[in-house]
């Protein structure tokens, strides 16, 4: 068996805090409902889905920055460990609501198609993450794990119609927007003086 | 200069992932605290009427009940402190009643 390296070992063990954190409390702290732990594991699915998207246009803006390749060597965990937070954020959902009647009869609330949908994008990019899945696909893996931009954008529509206000949830999510704004600028830019020198 | 914001867009994330949650500002209600009824009394209430309530709370004055309605829609919704008067209902962000 051919051992992790240790950066991997504690990268994952450090994605795995908040969640143990969240059981932790689940089992602790009196008068509890699994309700009250929708809005963590929600949060930390969000941001790692946001930090994993980020790590691109990081890396073209950074090229030469020794931490941001690391982390983009590493993206796959927090893609993984994004998934992860919304599995636990769907079962503190099925816990609270105790019925799949109770479950279907709330699905047509923009708040929670949004969140299902957003769960679904997720586990063809979780079920491709690793790999054998990279080998087989070759050029269709891509295709696949770019799933993580619709993912995104249904998690702040969930996220907004959910809960009381939008702050938080455009808060979170500003620098990406701010990093793909960019993106999309330097690309045009590219494109314009291309043409000119053409 | 884009560079220069995204510290900044961090801080603000921070302050604003730390902040209290405090009144949400969906709803106010300005009623002297003197002459409020209890809280147990309008969850007794509400039982009565056929709601399941699993958590109440104070929020912008207003009693604030998370629960399952008599129609068994998982709902959070407010009353006002003294008359218990249903002002708001909202199922997972959507407003199903509003008090006019």
């Known amino acids: 068996m051919n051992s992790l390296p240790t950066s991997k070992m504690i990268l994952w063990a450090v ?4 969640a143990a ?3 932790h409390r689940y089992a602790t702290v009196p008068d509890i409902w699994p309700g009250d732990l929708l809005l963590p594991t929600g949060e930390w699915s969000a941001r790692l889905i946001i930090f994993a998207l980020m790590l691109t246009p990081l890396g073209q803006l950074f090229p030469t920055s020794r931490a941001v390749n690391w982390l983009i060597r590493h993206r796959r965990a927090f893609g993984v460990a994004a998934f992860g937070y919304a599995v636990l954020h769907l079962i503190f ?3 609270d609501m105790e019925s799949v009647a109770a479950m279907l009869a709330e699905i047509g609330a923009p708040g929670i198609w949004t969140g299902w949908l957003a769960l679904l994008c997720l586990v063809p990019l979780a079920l491709t993450s690793n790999d054998a899945a990279m080998r087989r696909l070759r050029g269709g893996w891509k295709r696949v794990q770019r799933l993580a931009y619709p993912a995104a954008i249904l998690t702040l529509l969930h996220w907004v119609l959910v809960h009381d206000g939008m ?3 455009l ?3 500003a620098p990406l927007l701010l990093l793909q704004a960019l993106r999309l600028a330097r690309l045009f830019n590219r494109n314009f003086t291309q043409r000119k020198t053409i | 200069m884009i560079i220069r914001l995204l510290p900044i867009a961090a801080a603000l994330s921070l302050a604003v992932a730390a902040s209290p949650a ?3 500002g969906k709803i106010r209600c300005d009623a002297p605290q003197k002459q409020w009824k209890s809280m147990a ?7 009565k009427q056929g709601w399941q309530v699993r958590k109440a ?10 629960g399952t309605d008599p129609q068994g829609n998982r709902v959070e919704a407010y009353f006002h402190p003294v008359s218990f008067k249903k002002l708001l209902v909202s199922r997972r962000g959507e407003v199903l009643f509003r008090a006019k």
């Not at chain 2, 009394?41 to 509400?46: G, N, S």
Request: negative net charge; aromatic residues 12%.
């Open chain 1, 171 to 173: 808060v979170h999510f």
């Open chain 1, 167 to 169: 702050a938080t949830a």
């Open chain 2, 41 to 47: 009394r309008l969850q007794a209430d509400l039982t």
């Open chain 1, 21 to 23: 954190v969240t059981v």
């Open chain 1, 15 to 18: 994605l795995a805090v908040p």
């Open chain 2, 22 to 24: 405090a009144a949400t």
């Open chain 2, 57 to 66: 709370k104070l929020d912008g004055g207003c009693y604030e009940v998370y």
């Open chain 1, 93 to 95: 959902y099925v816990l």
